[in-house]
């Protein structure tokens, strides 16, 4: 079956098929760090990351782009609440931001682009606007796209420029000629950052960043644009609107992706509500791992209700699914070359892929690709003891393809420095103690491999260990 994306601009799926082939160019709006990142981050930023690894595993050559938004107004506010300078205010959210991507095991980002790297791009196609009449200079040197001059406003979300009423859905600005209008480029007020450019000393607007990046990096149409749902209006909006008017080209963007929203216990996620968040506090609770595996548990559209019982629901699913995982590379070492449940095994893992890319291919629905992995881990069990090693190499590379598109079941870090040989030797002398009753030595073997995440188990046909 081919793959099929639902397009929010079509509001239906449709075949995936690239503008250039395999080349698959990707942009998902990234973070504006003037706070440490939370959840909802977290959900979108696994959704779009499991989408290019799974992109990729399908043979395409993906381009994974995400903006990091450094000037904004809340960063400016950030500014006069701490008197911190913004690049240090910036640099510093990102470094965590980054550092709980780290953990989520969110790897698939080819750049991160900075919106202050791209001034000259973000000055040639406000000046592009202008000479195309779709936007214009404000009295104090701020620029203002004129929706009215736009034909296909609100074709991604529906709002229309006739719908905003001032003071109701847009804030009343008397530099505005239409209450829809928006900012392009923001005049400079005292202590604020700013660069030069045609209409004087000033700082770009939220919405034109992304298309001076995208334009720059992918040119005038490409293929995925991700985000979260509440982006839609007005940000995504204003892209096609910005983008469209300055090239001609349409469509902006073939695909559009929207991930839905994070609840906690059934509210949207606020400070003011106690229950935010942050990426940072979730981790120091739960593990990476655990984490990862409750965001991609739900399809990347639907949206999740974040709860302390979920959580655990998960770890502890997850556990039983990673320690199946765990057992089949430790079988591997001791069974014999074939045995009597081969060929229920090598079934099973045949049918297990083939339902994981079905659903997969069904606008990367997660939660069915779990639930196969889950029904080829009950077989896996059943078999285990009883199959030999060509039938559980075949087991272990079908759940390494899984763990790599989903990105779990990654080994830690120090779970594995010592090659295997040489820990079949070392649990080779440890029996050779406990037959002479040396348990002192025995007993002191055992605890250095469990120190470095090995661990032993007896079993029928001897001595099984594994990597945890």
């Known amino acids: 079956m081919a793959l099929r994306v639902y397009n929010t601009l079509t509001r239906q799926k449709e075949e995936f098929v690239p503008l250039r082939g395999k080349r698959v160019s990707m942009f998902v709006c990234g973070l504006t760090p003037q706070d440490r990142a939370h959840l909802g981050h977290a959900k979108t930023y696994v959704a779009f990351d499991v989408v290019a690894r799974y992109l990729r595993h399908k043979g395409y050559r993906v381009f994974y782009l995400q903006n990091v938004t450094d000037v904004e107004d809340r960063v400016i506010e950030k500014m006069a609440a701490t008197g911190r300078e913004w690049q240090e205010i910036v640099h510093t959210f990102f470094r965590e931001y980054l550092d709980g991507m780290e953990k989520l095991n969110v790897a698939s980002v080819d750049v991160y682009a900075w919106a202050t790297d791209y001034i000259p791009e973000i000055i040639e196609q406000i000046q592009g606007l202008i000479d195309r009449g779709f936007a214009y200079v404000a009295s104090d040197g701020s620029v203002y796209y004129d929706t009215t001059k736009y034909r296909d406003w609100g074709k991604l979300s529906g709002q229309k420029v006739e719908e905003h009423l001032p003071g109701a859905r847009v804030a009343v600005d008397e530099r505005k000629r239409n209450p829809a209008d928006f900012a392009l480029w923001k005049a400079q007020k005292p202590g604020e950052p700013a660069w030069d450019s045609p209409w004087g000393k000033g700082r770009p607007g939220w919405h034109i960043e992304d298309t001076a990046i995208t334009i720059r990096h992918f040119g005038p149409q490409y293929d995925i644009h991700g985000g979260a749902t509440e982006l839609m209006f007005p940000h995504h909006e204003a892209e096609i609107a910005q983008a469209e008017a300055f090239t001609g080209v349409t469509p902006f963007v073939k695909y559009w992706m929207h991930g839905g929203m994070l609840m906690v216990s059934g509210e949207e996620m606020h400070k003011s ?183 032993l188990e007896d079993t029928k046909s001897g001595v099984r260990w594994k990597v945890r």
């Open 273 to 455: 509500l106690g229950n935010y968040w942050a990426i940072g506090d979730a981790l120091a609770k739960f593990e990476g791992e655990v984490l990862r595996f409750f965001l991609v548990h739900a399809h990347y559209r639907s949206p999740i209700d974040f709860t302390l019982e979920a959580i655990e629901e998960a770890r502890s699913a997850y556990a039983r699914l990673a320690e199946t995982v765990v057992n089949v590379e430790a079988e591997l070492r001791t069974a014999p070359e074939h045995g009597p449940q081969d060929a229920s095994l090598r079934s099973a893992a045949q049918t297990a892929r083939e339902r994981f890319e079905a659903a997969m291919d069904d606008d990367f629905n997660t939660r069915e690709a779990l639930a196969a992995v889950f029904d080829f881990a009950n077989a896996v069990n059943k078999a285990l003891g009883s199959a030999g090693r060509e039938a559980l190499a075949d087991a272990w590379t079908t759940f390494d393809t899984f763990g790599d598109v989903l990105g779990l079941w990654r080994r830690r870090a120090t779970a594995m420095a010592a090659p295997d040989a040489l820990v079949d030797a070392l649990v080779e002398l440890r029996e050779d103690a406990r037959k002479r009753r040396d348990f002192v030595l025995s007993d002191r073997i055992r605890d250095l491999l469990g120190d470095r995440g090995i661990v």
